[in-house]
């Protein structure tokens, strides 16, 4: 049972536009959400993450939001810019000392 | 460079087969965790350790073990190696033992024949 889903595999947007990922969970106990990128042949990078009591954080041109009621986050790029061409992971935790729960990722490819 | 490191970058070996991949987290981490990612899927979290100890254990097998060493490096073992375990396995590290913000190495892919 996937408690992070990002349904969409895979976006393509130009250059200068907005990116918006999305991301669905399903367990109401999460309280910490962070999103990832990750570039080929290397690791995971943190890139902005949000906590439950906020519903929207900013961090230069990438904006989290989140949705408790709706259990959806999405990820805001603006502008896109091709060197954000890569897998954008969502996860989440819960309370405690729980590990992360990451989705399957989305590739974002951004077109010049 | 998340200053997180892991070696060997690729590895192959055959089914049956025992192999070790080795992490030596960012100056300062105490805890380490252990991913696998396998063809189309996420990330799935293994086991974390924290300054030495056991922390949190996930969908880790039967067959893995890990352990984190004093000077906080850590092994991941594979044994009874299957095809089915040919994955890319990350390591990640962080300050502390809650799992918040985590800088992950370039991962080891591992490939059973």
């Known amino acids: 049972d996937q408690q992070v889903k990002q349904n969409s595999p895979s976006l393509s947007v130009q250059e200068g536009r907005i990116s918006i990922l999305n991301c669905d969970y399903t367990n109401s106990m999460f309280d910490y959400f962070l999103w990832y990128k990750k570039y080929p042949a290397e690791g995971p990078t943190f890139l902005i993450s949000i906590s439950s009591i906020k519903d929207k954080n900013e961090d230069g041109r990438f904006t989290v939001f989140l949705n408790k009621s709706a259990k959806h986050l999405s990820l805001h790029i603006v502008p896109s810019q091709p060197g954000d061409s890569a897998v954008y992971f969502c996860a989440a935790r819960s309370m405690g000392n729980t590990p992360l729960v990451f989705g399957k990722g989305t590739r974002l490819s951004v077109i010049a | 460079d998340s200053g997180v490191t892991q070696t060997p970058k690729h590895l192959i070996t055959a089914t049956g087969q025992r192999v070790t991949l080795r992490c030596s987290p960012r100056?300062?981490?105490?805890?380490v965790y252990w991913y696998q990612q396998s063809l189309d899927q996420g990330l799935q979290f293994l086991i974390q350790y924290y300054n030495g100890e056991e922390r949190a254990k996930g969908n880790i097998l039967e067959r893995f073990s890990a352990q984190q060493f004093p000077d906080l490096h850590s092994e991941l073992n594979l044994s009874s190696l299957e095809l089915g375990d040919s994955a890319l396995y990350f390591c990640a590290s962080s300050v502390g033992g809650q799992a918040y913000e985590q800088y992950f190495g370039p991962g080891t892919r591992l490939t059973v024949t």
């Open positions: 100056s300062g981490d105490l805890s």
